[in-house]
């Protein structure tokens, strides 16, 4: 149990029958009145974010979330398939627990696959992946004074914002988190 005074970034707990991560709080001592703590919660299972209330001695059990290394196989259409590297073990998610996760994951790399009491909820993806440029317009040498972008399509199938001077077939490196154009690998 932890007690709302000692709540900080990051920490999941069980709250109302649903598992959250604090992601931001602040403790209010009005001038009249009791302290309490106002808190940003996000939902680890939906992703929603809620704003709730509570007293510096109000406890909540904390949630213990379980990150597992797995590789990501293949996708049959309806179920994504990852193995575990140490125990060979397969498990197939479907698309709802997966959503845009493996948007520019390649067969056989690694991710994390988050559950809480054997039940799995998301899939982190490695936070920066090398991708070959499959479908983009020429590029020109020596446009980039500009800053201009334009659209690519990469490996995966998805589309990122590239510099004018990238052309097809370049590898390049890209952050999961935002679909962010890094530079050349």
């Known amino acids: ?3 709302a005074g000692e709540f900080r970034n990051g920490i999941t707990i069980e709250y109302e029958n649903n598992v959250y991560q604090i992601i931001d709080f602040q403790h209010v001592k009005p001038g ?4 309490f703590v ?3 919660l996000k939902n680890v299972k939906n992703g929603g974010v809620v704003e709730k209330t509570f007293r510096p001695t109000e406890k909540c059990p904390q949630a ?3 990150r597992k290394d797995m590789q990501y196989l293949y996708d049959d259409g309806d179920l994504y398939y990852f193995m575990d590297l140490e125990t060979y073990e397969q498990v197939g998610l479907d698309k709802d627990t997966v959503g845009d996760a493996l948007k ?3 067969e056989n790399e690694m991710c994390k696959i988050c559950s809480h009491n054997g039940s799995v909820f998301s899939v982190e993806p490695p936070m920066f992946v090398e991708l070959v440029i499959t479908e983009t317009e020429p590029g020109f040498k020596g446009d980039t004074a500009t800053g201009a972008s334009k659209p690519a399509i ?10 004018l001077f990238v052309d097809q077939g370049d590898i390049i490196k890209i952050d999961t988190r935002t679909g962010e154009y890094l530079g050349r690998a």
């Open 1 to 3: 149990m932890i007690s």
């Open 32 to 35: 009249k009145g009791a302290a």
């Open 38 to 40: 106002r808190t940003k």
């Open 64 to 66: 213990r979330i379980d």
């Open 104 to 106: 520019f994951v390649k």
């Open 154 to 163: 990469v490996e995966t199938g998805a589309q990122v914002s590239v510099p």
